[in-house]
């Protein structure tokens, strides 16, 4: 199986993701849009599945890629085909088909509570955005907290997250060193690495395999 990738920043990378698409005989072919990569000829009916990474950039940018991002994924969904999308990726589904994406009065950076709506049971994931999404209609929520509703659904054979949970504990401390809103974040507290990075993997698998 051969997924499409697309990545927007240098350090928000497939992380745990490329052990989870080793294992599973997975082909990734990575489109770096942070390096001018070129997408809109992309044809949607060649592709097995797409992964849309993080980024800095907002849906409301004018950028091509992002744009041509969005009508991949309406391609894919009428096509019955997986999407997966993480943080900026997962706001690019909810864009897609029609509903709002908005600033929050403060963003949510740093490990903090999340629960999982089936098992009612919190976890702790790498939180770094500083907008939210509205609940898509007609899909199911998975995932929520007090800062905002939708943390993660499904639609279809979509399934979209708003937190990290591929990244490493080197790629947190970068992270967090590299921006200016991270004063008083502390990328170690509250940080399971493993238990997330495994959350991820059968998140992947019931939507890929």
């Known amino acids: 199986m051969q997924i499409h990738v697309m990545q927007h920043a240098p350090l928000e990378d497939l992380g745990s993701i490329a052990q989870w698409g080793a294992d599973h005989d ?19 009916a060649e592709m097995d599945g797409l992964l849309l990474l993080g980024g ?3 849906v409301d940018d004018d950028l091509d890629f992002l744009a041509a991002e969005r009508i991949l994924i309406r391609s894919l969904d009428k096509l019955g085909r997986p999407v997966f999308g993480i ?21 949510e950076l740093g490990f903090g509570p999340v629960t999982d709506v089936a098992t009612q049971s ?7 955005h500083g907008d ?4 898509l209609p007609g899909s ?16 279809h054979q979509t399934l979209g997250i708003q937190f990290h949970l591929e990244f490493s504990p080197e790629t947190v401390a970068q992270i967090v060193a590299d921006d200016p809103m991270a004063a008083g974040v502390d990328p170690e507290v509250n940080g399971d ?6 959350r991820l993997a059968n998140l992947l698998s019931t939507v890929f395999i």
Do not use: K
Not at 26 to 44: E, G, M, S, Y
Not at 122 to 128: K, L
């Open 132 to 135: 939210a999404m509205a609940d």
């Open 122 to 128: 919190e976890f702790s994931p790498f939180n770094w």
């Open 193 to 198: 690495f493993a238990g997330n990075q495994a």
């Open 56 to 58: 800095p950039m907002n």
């Open 140 to 155: 199911e929520l998975l995932f929520t907290n007090e800062v905002a509703h939708n943390q993660g659904f499904r639609y």
């Open 87 to 107: 943080c900026l990726g997962a706001q690019q589904i909810v864009r897609a088909f029609g509903a709002a994406v908005y600033p929050l009065e403060t963003p």
């Open 26 to 44: 997975i082909d990734f072919i990575v489109h770096r849009l942070d390096l001018d990569d070129q997408i809109a000829t992309l044809n949607p």
